[in-house]
């Protein structure tokens, strides 16, 4: 079968946006991550830092998950909230990027869950168990102060894991939800990158 789409959700500071990007370029396949909070950004009007509030914002209430996950679809959307709407919008993004392109590589935004059902997905997760090199990691390529880098890491950690765990009904770093887990900390980027490239060349 061939490999169409790499869904790669990461740990902050595990370098999973550097890898997706060097993906991209060994193979010439598309990488969106940033790029789909542009395009809902730019299709409905809504400011990408809006976007960015109303993701960190999502309720991990009963009903927000139930209508969020199973009825994006549903014939009354009104009754969703704008957190449910931004959810909405950018898996519908991520289903046109898709239908537009035969392969891709999607960083984040439960990419996996717009592409469920369709043939050819790997769903990966990346992770570092070196605290000392995600720490550098984001102080030096995220710019963070040194002293505020733990506290940067919990945050985003934490906005990633309940975005997912409400919107995909599953718990965010559970290897089940993934075909593959890579831990990096003893790999650098491009080794990473390498190896996930190979899934573009399979047939």
């Given at each position: 079968?061939?490999?169409?789409?790499?869904?790669?959700?990461?740990?902050?500071?595990?370098?999973?946006?550097?890898?997706?990007?060097?993906?991209?370029?060994?193979?010439?396949?598309?990488?969106?991550?940033?790029?789909?909070?542009?395009?809902?950004s730019k299709k409905h009007g809504i400011s990408i830092e809006d976007?960015?509030?109303?993701?960190?914002?999502?309720?991990?209430?009963?009903?927000?998950?139930?209508?969020?996950?199973?009825?994006?679809?549903?014939?009354?959307?009104?009754?969703?909230?704008k957190e449910g709407h931004i959810f909405i919008?950018?898996?519908?993004i991520i289903e046109q990027l898709a239908d537009s392109h035969s392969q891709a590589v999607f960083i984040g935004h439960c990419a996996s869950e717009a592409l469920a059902g369709r043939e050819g997905v790997i769903k990966v997760f990346i992770r570092c168990s070196d605290e000392a090199k995600k720490k550098k990691r984001i102080t030096d390529v995220y710019h963070i102060a040194p002293?505020?880098?733990?506290?940067?890491?919990?945050?985003?950690?934490?906005?990633?894991?309940?975005?997912?765990?409400?919107?995909?009904?599953?718990?965010?770093?559970?290897?089940?939800?993934?075909?593959?887990?890579i831990d990096d900390a003893h790999l650098s980027p491009e080794e990473c990158a390498s190896m996930l490239s190979t899934f573009f060349n399979e047939e």
């Open positions: 079968m061939k490999h169409r789409y790499l869904t790669i959700e990461r740990e902050y500071g595990a370098g999973g946006t550097e890898i997706a990007r060097l993906i991209s370029k060994k193979t010439g396949v598309s990488c969106y991550g940033r790029e789909i909070l542009e395009l809902v976007i960015e509030r109303y993701e960190e914002s999502a309720k991990s209430s009963l009903f927000y998950s139930i209508f969020a996950v199973q009825q994006v679809y549903s014939t009354k959307p009104d009754m969703l909230d919008a950018e898996q519908n002293e505020h880098a733990e506290a940067e890491r919990r945050f985003y950690d934490r906005k990633r894991a309940n975005y997912y765990n409400i919107n995909t009904g599953h718990s965010w770093k559970d290897s089940e939800n993934y075909d593959i887990c």
